[in-house]
């Protein structure tokens, strides 16, 4: 298989490696970069799990060919925030209970982190439609959007 | 069905009722009681999450007829926090461990917990997965809720 | 398993360049959200993807001389988002709005929702009830527009030669006298591909419909103009039992199936229910 050189800016860091032109980001990022809190849930952008902020838009990594990233800056949930200097939003997804078995909370939380980005302040309906690409299969997400929208108050003061 | 008098202490306060003979004690604490924390899981004795502790023994209530428990102290998962809410240990370690996903087991795991420390203050894991089979986890994989009760061992 | 080469053009001299060069034996990729779920199970296996995805020249949303041209690689988030479409169009912003999930949108694109022909593709509705036409690049550098009403030739089958490539859209600048709606029925709030979808543009004079625009999409192999139900409309007093003739009428031009998402009697009552609730929505009048 031919392949390229790519070199993509993941969580602020330049990361670089050969791919072929078929090698998705999610796979670049899974199995070349370490970045396992990238889920592959579906491989075909209906969950969500695989969502990271490509240059400020909000995208699934399974449907980003790696080399569409080349030379651009990606963000994962570990460039949102981190145990020792969490986000608002991830603070307050565990305040709020919103994660049960963890598998759409990375995804969950870049998109929120986008919307927040992009909306301080939306409505419950904006926070719904802002995630509507993630889907849970464990909270009923009310708590989900109660946390979102908690953060984003916060977030204010 | 005529009903028949009895009494029995609920989380330390004094109670009496007027019960059918067929109820069942699950049925009395949720309805009656509107103590809900106890789970109508299976209704048949399998999953455990109907379990609270009658004179401090774990007991499946949605086999226990009320009658059956005339006299007794009963202590539900409501009755396990301090009256100002200060949460029991073991209930910290639950939180602090991550053992919650959806809850619902949780409240039978908690109590199977407390009556398994307060017999032996440091089970080992194989003691804590033994005490617990009866209780059913549809989301954890159990491992958390051991690394929790372990936690709370001296 | 045979290799993908890739190549990514800088600017539309290079895009014509490639074409020359490959003639046909490229695919062109921009979003990829089509694509890439094809390329994973083995339904497209592409000797050489040709990537317009960051091609600014190809990403525009303008207005100009009386009308509106969206090049083919804008975001159907940048088409949901657009001042010029939200005041000018607000069918087409409406449909890009319900297209996937927010996710999607920032990555899928006009050029690529069209090309790929599905029946249920969301912009092209509202696109021909614009009046809207392709403008096309061929090999050799040579353009050619066509009408979207005759882009569209059968199931994921279009106007495009092997080797061509759609560059964007153009449609007249609807006027203040022109009055539009739009409605996708889906089986979720989003995430959802159409069931059947609905799209109306209808210059009013007073009560009287000068002309009238109808696409209904999801309900035929091809996103289709209702005709029939455009002359009805035409220079009459739009009234309840008119609608009820359009209601009629509609349900024998379009040619739903029964699929996983819906049979073919939902389709076509609810097609006729949504024509209806276009129009007056559209009319914005008590009938």
Redesign the interface.
């Known amino acids: 298989?031919?392949t390229?050189p790519v070199e993509i800016k993941v969580n602020g860091e330049w990361q670089t490696a050969e791919v072929?032109?078929?090698d998705?980001l999610l796979d670049l990022l899974r199995d070349r970069f370490g970045a396992f809190e990238v889920k592959n849930g579906c491989?075909?952008?209906?969950c969500?799990a695989c969502?990271v902020i490509l240059d400020h838009?909000?995208?699934?990594a399974?449907?980003?060919?790696a080399?569409?990233a080349?030379g651009k800056n990606v963000t994962t949930l570990k460039g949102v925030g981190t145990p020792d200097h969490p986000h608002p939003l991830q603070q307050s997804f565990v305040e709020h209970g919103a994660i049960?078995?963890g598998f759409c909370t990375p995804g969950m939380v870049v998109?929120a982190k986008a919307?927040l980005d992009n909306n301080p302040e939306p409505t419950r309906n904006e926070i719904r439609?802002?995630?509507?690409?993630?889907l849970c299969r464990?909270t009923g997400y009310n708590k989900i959007v109660e946390a979102i929208e908690d953060a984003s108050l916060k977030r204010e003061e | 069905m005529q009903k028949q008098h009895m009494q029995m202490r609920i989380n330390g306060e004094p109670c009496e009722f007027w019960v059918e003979p067929n109820t069942l004690l699950m049925n009395l604490l949720r309805n009656e009681m509107e103590l809900t924390g106890t789970k109508y899981g299976c209704g048949t004795g399998q999953c455990g999450g109907c379990t609270v502790l009658v004179n401090g023994e774990p007991v499946l209530s949605c086999l226990t007829l009320a009658l059956a428990v005339d006299g007794a102290d009963i202590l539900t998962i409501e009755g396990v926090a301090a009256p100002d809410g200060t949460l029991d240990p073991i209930q910290e370690a639950f939180l602090d461990t991550a053992a919650i996903?959806?809850g619902y087991c949780t409240p039978g795991m908690v109590l199977m917990a407390k009556a398994l420390l307060n017999k032996n203050p440091s089970p080992s894991e194989d003691q804590i997965r033994e005490h617990i089979k009866g209780n059913l986890c549809r989301?954890t994989g159990y491992h958390r809720i051991v690394q929790a009760i372990k936690s709370c061992g001296e | 398993?045979t290799?993908?080469?890739?190549i990514?053009p800088g600017d539309l001299s290079d895009l014509h360049h490639l074409m020359e060069e490959y003639k046909g034996r490229a695919t062109v990729?921009a979003?990829?959200?089509n694509l890439?779920?094809e390329?994973?199970n083995g339904e497209k296996a592409p000797e050489l993807?040709i990537?317009i995805?960051?091609m600014a020249a190809l990403s525009f949303i303008r207005e100009n001389n009386g009308s509106i041209a969206i090049g083919a690689a804008t975001t159907i988030?940048e088409m949901a988002a657009s001042p010029v479409l939200l005041d000018n169009s607000p069918i087409l912003a409406s449909a890009a709005k319900q297209l996937?999930?927010?996710?999607?949108r920032?990555?899928a694109t006009l050029g690529g929702n069209l090309a790929n022909a599905s029946p249920c593709a969301d912009t092209a509705p509202p696109l021909l009830a614009l009046d809207a036409s392709v403008e096309i690049l061929s090999p050799g550098g040579k353009t050619r527009q066509v009408s979207l009403s005759k882009f569209f030739h059968g199931y994921k089958f279009t106007d495009l030669a092997k080797g061509e490539i759609l560059t964007g859209i153009t449609f007249p600048k609807p006027n203040d006298s022109t009055k539009g709606s739009h409605t996708k029925i889906g089986l979720r709030?989003?995430?959802s591909i159409c069931v059947a979808s609905i799209a109306v543009a209808l210059d009013m004079e007073g009560k009287t419909c000068r002309k009238a625009r109808v696409a209904a999409g999801s309900v035929a192999p091809i996103p289709m103009r209702a005709y029939r139900v455009e002359k009805l409309l035409e220079g009459k007093e739009i009234n309840a039992a008119l609608l009820e003739e359009c209601m009629a009428v509609v349900k024998e031009e379009i040619s739903p199936i029964s699929d996983i998402r819906g049979s073919l009697e939902y389709r076509s009552y609810v097609t006729a229910m949504i024509l209806k609730r276009n129009i007056k929505r559209a009319l914005k009048q008590e009938i």
């Open positions: 298989m031919k390229y072929t032109a078929r998705t491989a075909q952008g209906d969500g969502t838009k909000a995208v699934n399974c449907l980003t060919l080399l569409q080349n049960q078995c998109s919307l439609e802002g995630i509507s690409g993630n464990c | 996903q959806c989301c | 398993m290799t993908t080469e890739y990514k990729v979003g990829g959200t890439i779920p390329m994973r993807l990537d995805s960051d988030a996937g999930n927010p996710l999607t920032n990555r709030n989003a995430a």
